[in-house]
Nanobody, 119 residues
Framework: QVQLVESGGGLVQAGGSLRLSCAASGRTFSRYRMGWFRQAPGKEREFVAAISGSGGDTNYVESLKGRFTISRDNAKNTVYLQMNSLKPEDTAVYSC????????????WGQGTQVTVSS
């Protein structure tokens, strides 16, 4: 069982930056691939970025490459999402998720943190 708690969301002006954190419980954090997703009002949840258990492999939705960076610190059981040059269309609830090494889907989800970008 993995519990995930996001933090770091808030209100920021367009062009600003935020760093989201997702703290995970448990002693096997490094075995999980971690992902960030977001859901804007009236829209479906979309994939943002993911990172392998070791942190050596990352992938992003194409539209966010260069502005968002995912990273992790396995010693702190935490995954991060650095978001730069934020735009109003980045406004959404951002959630982190964990996927076990032998799983095809994300097994565990956090409650999400709100990011609002004002113009």
């Amino acid at each position: 069982q993995v519990q995930l708690v996001e933090s770091g969301g808030g209100l920021v002006q367009a062009g600003g930056s935020l760093r989201l954190s997702c703290a995970a419980s448990g002693r096997t954090f490094s075995r999980y691939r971690m992902g960030w997703f977001r859901q804007a009002p009236g829209k479906e949840r979309e994939f943002v970025a993911a990172i392998s258990g070791s942190g050596g492999d990352t992938n992003y939705v194409e539209s966010l490459k260069g502005r968002f960076t995912i990273s992790r610190d396995n010693a702190k059981n935490t995954v991060y999402l650095q978001m730069n040059s934020l735009k109003p269309e980045d406004t959404a609830v951002y959630s982190c998720a964990a996927r076990c090494s032998n799983c095809y889907e994300y097994n565990y989800w956090g409650q999400g943190t709100q990011v609002t970008v004002s113009s």
